[in-house]
């Protein structure tokens, strides 16, 4: 199924590419130049192993320390840190946008990003009312009581915090909606705004592979559907050789599982998420090796 990638990234390519067969990168942006599509969508079948690219490796335990992050409504680069397992002032993805968010404000000692992923997430502000709303508490409790629901929806696209730059970076993927079958399935759609497609995107699927898989445990369903709906899908120009590098290779096969940890109530979604990353692993991933390129910056 991670042939639909690497013919994502041939598109981009291919409509990018002018008569004399070279490569545009014509798109000026505030992270580099770039060439890019807009609208697609790619789906995979979670019965057929887990949904992560093996043409390069992806860190994992990156991904897992991340969206657990996120799922914990936390913001810090400490917090960052402590999920994903690694040391003290070491770079993390969000490094480069938290100096340069802190720069802006001019509040470069602090340690938070602002109202991104997290807080969103777990801690939407409601002015009227002076609180604070956890979408993904009411997720759950929604999943639980009303399974066939059409309101199984995660924004962290906040307008007004948008508006008034109370975040490192708006939300790239900025809405997920969940479904649930009458066969006891449960499907995971995410909205991206802007995908760089050799970092960002692999490392977007496996995030939400994972939040589908303990979502589902959770709730007690099976994990079938994954998509995700791309706006703006883009190659850096500085990534044009390693994106080459990566169509040469032929994907291997799927790990076939999330190996989850043991808790003391599989219902409970919460005491999942209170792990930090090396809780959880993948049985069977095989991959080629990494591919190394500049991470832009917004």
């Known amino acids: 199924i991670m042939k639909q990638y690497q013919e994502l990234l041939r598109k981009i390519l291919s409509e990018n590419t002018n008569s004399e067969g070279v490569v545009q990168f014509d798109r000026d942006t505030r992270s580099g130049k770039t060439c890019g599509i807009f609208g697609e969508q790619l789906s995979f079948d979670m019965r057929d192993g887990f949904p992560i690219v093996t043409t390069k490796y992806v860190p994992f335990k990156s991904v897992v320390g991340e969206a657990l992050w996120f799922l914990n409504g936390e913001n810090t680069l400490t917090q960052l840190r402590y999920r994903s397992e690694i040391e003290k002032d070491t770079w993390t993805i969000w490094s480069n946008d938290h100096a340069r968010w802190n720069k802006s404000w001019g509040t470069e000692e602090l340690d938070d990003l602002g109202n991104i992923y997290g807080s969103q997430w777990r801690g939407w502000y409601d002015a009227e009312t002076d609180t604070r709303v956890d979408q993904i508490s009411d997720l759950i409790l929604r999943i639980k009581e009303d399974p066939m629901s059409r309101y199984h ?46 970092l960002g995107v692999p490392f977007n699927i496996a995030s939400y592979g994972f939040i589908l898989t303990i979502l589902a445990k959770a709730t007690g369903y099976t994990a079938r559907m994954l998509k995700v709906s791309l706006g703006d899908v883009h190659i850096y120009q500085n990534h044009y050789q390693q994106v080459l590098e990566l169509l040469s290779r032929n994907p291997k096969d799927l790990p076939t599982k999330l190996q989850l940890p043991k808790v003391s109530d599989d219902s409970d979604f919460f005491e999942y998420i209170s792990k930090t990353a090396s809780a959880y692993s993948l049985v069977g991933y095989n991959f080629h090796p990494a591919i190394k390129a500049p991470l832009s910056v917004g």
């Open 153 to 198: 929806v995660v924004s962290a696209w906040n307008v007004a915090d948008i508006k008034s730059d109370r975040m490192a970076l708006p939300a790239c993927h900025n809405m997920f909606q969940v479904y649930v079958t009458h066969d006891g399935y449960m499907d995971l759609i995410w909205n991206q705004r802007s995908a760089d497609a050799l």
